[in-house]
C-alpha cells in the first residue's frame, strides 16, 4: 500500500492544488504515436459518471469540496472518514466486487511508449486497491484539502510577530505589511522615491541590522516560483530600490534590495564620513542582506531556494561583480549592466575630467549643452553609416574613433559663431575622447567613446543652482576625495594630480573594497552565468571600460563564452534610453529599463507583448541557467508614444543585439527596423 500511495502523490496533488502535472512516460523500446484512449467503462458494463469526457477519462469525483481550504476539525475529519468509506464501497460496488477486501484488477497494461496523463494514471491506481487502500486514499484527501492553501500559510506568516521569531540577534524587524492592493511605500526614501503600483499579493517587509546600521527590504509573494531575485543599487544613493524590486517580483521570485547603510539623494557623497558607511555602500550591506535574506526567504517559504539571481545597473552593476567575486555561490546567474567595477580609478578619473574643464568661464570649458548637440551631429555626419546604415545610430565607435575629424567643428568666418567650438574646446574634447594613462605609463581609465556626446553633461555642466562650493560641477567633483579618501572638505578639484589616483588605490585595495577587479572567475564559472550589457552611448559609466573588464577576463582565462556573454547596446546611454534625435532600440528588461515606458511604475519585462526570453535578458539568464539555452543575442526595442500624455505607445523599432565581439548586419533589403533584417557576424 505504501508504493501506492507514494505513486499517486504527484497525481492527488494535481486534483488538490488546481495545478497540471506533466505527463509520466510509461518507458519502452518503441513509441505509438496518435493513440487514442478508449472510453472508460466499470467491469459490470456501466459507465462512470463521468462519461463523455474527451478521452473517456477525467479526474476522480471528490466527495469533499476542493475548494473550500480550511482547518481541518475532529468532526471534519469523522465526516471524510465515513465519507470515504461510503465512497469506497460505492465504488466497489460499481465495479462489480463480490468480497469485501477484493480487488478487481484491470487488464494489461497500455502499449508501452504511449504517454498518460497523470489524472488517468490515478484512476487505474484507484481501481487496484483493495477498501482498506480505498478507505485511506479518502482519508488523504480529506486531509490535503481541508489544509490552508499555501497562500493562506503565507498570509498568516506575514506578521511582526513571526518575523521577530524567526530573526537571529542582532536584526530589528522595522515593519512587515501585506500588499493586497498593489501599492507599497516607504516614508523618507529621498533615494528612490517612486515606488511601484500593479504588485501581485505579497508580504513586504523592512529590516534592520543595528550592529552594522545598515537596511534592508524584501518582496515576498504569496505565490512563489521558489527563486530568489538580489536587486542592486544606483550611484552613491542612499535607500532600498523598491520600484526595481516591484518589477523584479513580477518574475514570480521574492526579491531584495539594500539601503546601503545610508540615505541620500543624487549626487551627494558627503554621508561617506566614517568608515564604516563606506564599507557598507562598497559591499558589506548588500552581503549581509543577501545571507539574511536568503535565510528568511527559506524559512518563511518552508523550502529551499532552487535558483538565486542579481539584476543591477552602475553601482548595481559593480555590486554584481563584486558579490561573484566575494562569494562565488551566492548566485546561479547575473545580469550585469553598465557596471562601475573601477571604484578606484573612475572616481579620480571624473575629477580629471573637471580639471580639464576648469576655469568654467575659460575658453577650454565646455560649459553650455549646445556644445555637446553641436558635437554629436559631427559625429553621426561623419560615422553614422559605417555600419552600412543611416539611421542616426552609432553602432561602430571603434572605426569612428580610426577616421573622426574633429577640426569639423572648429570656428571659421562661416561658421555659426553660436555653437561652434575654439581650438582649445577641441583640445579638451581630444581629452575626453582619449584613455586617462599617467605620465608613468599606467592606465588609469578608458576614454569616453564616439557617439556618448550627449552623456558629457553629466559630469561637465555647472554646478545645480544654490551650490556655491568652488569649482563644483553637477555631480560629484571632488567629494570623494573630500570623504571617502578624507582630504577634508577644504579639498578643490584644482589640488588635483595624479598622486590622487595612487591614493585612491590604496584606500580601496587597504580599507573600503568597493572594487571588483578580480577577473579570473573560475570558482563561479562551475555553477553560473552572466550576461553583461552596456550602451555605446554611455558616458557615466564610459562603456569603453565595461568592455575593459570583459577583454581582462577572457586575458585571465581564455575563452569565457560557455558562462560569460556580454553585449553591446549601440545608441543606448546609462543603463537605459537613447537620445531623442537616435531612438535606438535599447530595452531588453535590465535593471530599471521596464519602468521608463508605460505603463511605468506597474511595468515589468519589455512592454506590448515581449516578454520573452528573445527580448528579456534576465529571462534569457533564467532559461541559460535552468534549462541550457545559450544566448546568441538579445533582441533590443524602442517605442514611439503615441499621445501627448505619454501614456500609450506603439513599436518603433527592434534589432538584434549580438555577443561580443559580434555585431549586428542590416541584410541590404528588408526593413531596418526589423530585427529580422539583420544578422550577428
Not at 562551475?526 to 555605446?536: D, F, P, S
Request: with cysteine.
Amino acid at each position: 500500500m505504501k508504493f501506492t500511495i507514494i505513486t499517486l502523490a504527484p497525481a492527488l496533488a494535481a486534483l488538490v492544488s488546481g495545478t497540471p502535472q506533466q505527463a509520466n512516460t510509461i518507458p519502452s523500446e518503441a513509441s505509438i504515436a496518435n493513440e487514442t484512449v478508449p472510453p472508460f467503462h466499470f467491469p459490470n458494463g456501466t459507465s462512470p459518471p463521468w462519461a463523455g469526457h474527451s478521452g473517456g477519462c477525467a479526474p476522480v469525483p471528490v466527495p469533499i469540496a476542493a475548494a473550500s481550504s480550511v482547518a481541518l476539525s475532529t468532526s471534519a475529519l469523522a465526516v471524510g472518514v465515513a465519507a470515504a468509506v461510503a465512497f469506497s464501497l460505492e465504488m466497489k460496488k460499481q465495479w462489480g466486487l463480490d468480497g469485501l477486501f477484493d480487488a478487481w484488477r484491470p487488464g494489461p497494461p497500455r502499449s508501452p511508449g504511449l504517454t498518460t496523463p497523470s489524472t488517468e494514471l490515478l484512476f487505474i491506481h484507484i481501481n487496484q486497491m483493495d477498501l482498506l487502500e480505498l478507505m485511506t486514499f479518502w482519508v488523504l484527501v480529506t486531509l490535503a484539502i481541508s489544509r490552508p492553501s499555501p497562500v493562506e500559510r503565507q498570509a498568516e506568516n506575514c506578521s511582526l510577530d513571526y518575523f521577530n521569531g524567526i530573526v537571529p540577534d542582532g536584526v530589528r524587524i522595522e515593519r512587515v505589511q501585506h500588499v493586497t492592493t498593489g501599492f507599497f511605500v516607504e516614508t523618507g526614501n529621498i533615494g528612490y522615491p517612486t515606488f511601484p503600483t500593479g504588485l501581485p499579493e505579497l508580504c513586504a517587509v523592512i529590516l534592520n541590522n543595528v550592529t552594522t546600521n545598515y537596511r534592508f527590504g524584501m518582496f515576498l509573494p504569496d505565490d512563489w516560483n521558489s527563486r530568489l531575485l538580489t536587486i542592486g543599487s544606483y550611484s552613491f544613493l542612499g535607500g532600498i530600490n523598491w520600484l526595481d524590486m516591484g518589477v523584479g517580483v513580477k518574475y514570480g521570485g521574492a526579491t531584495l534590495s539594500t539601503d546601503t547603510g545610508h540615505i541620500s539623494g543624487s549626487g551627494d557623497i558627503t554621508w561617506a564620513n566614517t568608515t564604516q558607511k563606506q564599507v557598507n555602500w562598497a559591499y558589506q550591506a548588500l552581503q549581509g542582506s543577501i545571507y539574511l535574506g536568503k535565510l528568511l526567504t527559506e524559512t518563511y517559504y518552508g523550502q529551499k531556494i532552487t535558483y538565486s539571481y542579481f539584476s543591477g545597473c552602475s553601482t548595481g552593476g559593480r555590486q554584481g561583480l563584486k558579490h561573484i567575486q566575494l562569494d562565488p555561490d551566492v548566485f546561479d546567474g547575473a545580469l550585469i549592466g553598465a557596471p562601475s567595477w573601477d571604484t578606484k580609478h573612475l572616481m579620480p578619473w571624473l575629477s580629471k575630467l573637471a580639471m580639464w574643464n576648469l576655469p568654467e568661464s575659460a575658453s577650454p570649458s565646455l560649459n553650455d549643452v549646445g556644445l555637446f548637440s553641436r558635437l554629436q551631429a559631427e559625429v553621426l555626419k561623419q560615422c553614422d553609416s559605417l555600419d552600412g546604415v543611416k539611421d542616426n545610430i552609432i553602432s561602430l565607435p571603434s572605426a569612428c574613433r580610426q577616421q573622426f575629424d574633429i577640426t569639423k567643428i572648429r570656428c571659421d568666418v562661416s561658421s555659426n559663431k553660436t555653437y561652434c567650438w575654439s581650438r582649445a574646446q577641441i583640445q579638451t574634447a581630444a581629452k575626453i575622447y582619449a584613455d586617462y594613462v599617467m605620465s608613468d605609463g599606467q592606465l588609469v581609465y578608458k576614454g569616453s567613446e564616439y557617439g556618448s556626446e550627449l552623456d558629457w553633461e553629466t559630469y561637465l555642466l555647472p554646478a545645480v543652482a544654490n551650490d556655491n562650493s568652488q569649482n563644483v560641477r553637477r555631480n560629484f567633483d571632488g567629494q570623494y576625495e573630500r570623504y571617502f579618501m578624507e582630504y577634508g572638505t577644504g579639498w578643490q578639484t584644482t589640488l588635483y594630480n595624479d598622486s590622487v589616483v595612487r591614493d585612491a588605490e590604496a584606500r580601496d585595495e587597504k580599507i573600503v573594497q568597493a572594487t571588483a577587479d578580480q577577473f579570473d572567475l573560475g570558482t563561479f564559472r562551475n555553477r553560473g552565468k552572466i550576461i553583461m550589457y552596456g550602451g555605446l552611448a554611455d558616458n557615466v559609466v564610459p562603456v569603453q571600460h565595461t568592455t575593459y573588464y570583459y577583454n581582462r577576463t577572457i586575458e585571465a582565462m581564455g575563452d569565457v563564452s560557455d558562462f560569460f556573454r556580454y553585449l553591446q547596446v549601440p545608441g543606448m546611454r546609462h543603463c537605459w534610453g537613447t537620445p531623442d534625435n537616435v531612438k535606438a532600440p535599447w530595452m531588453i528588461g535590465g535593471a530599471g529599463q521596464s519602468v521608463q515606458r508605460p505603463p511605468y511604475a506597474s511595468a515589468w519585462s519589455v512592454p506590448l507583448g515581449f516578454n520573452d526570453s528573445r527580448h528579456d535578458a534576465l529571462l534569457a539568464l533564467m532559461d541559460w541557467v535552468e534549462k541550457g539555452q545559450e544566448v546568441s543575442q538579445i533582441i533590443a526595442s524602442e517605442f514611439n508614444f503615441t499621445d501627448s500624455t505619454l501614456q500609450n505607445i506603439v513599436l518603433y523599432r527592434q534589432r538584434p543585439l549580438c555577443v561580443y565581439p559580434k555585431t549586428a548586419k542590416w541584410n541590404g533589403r528588408g526593413n531596418e527596423n526589423d530585427a529580422m533584417s539583420w544578422s550577428c557576424n
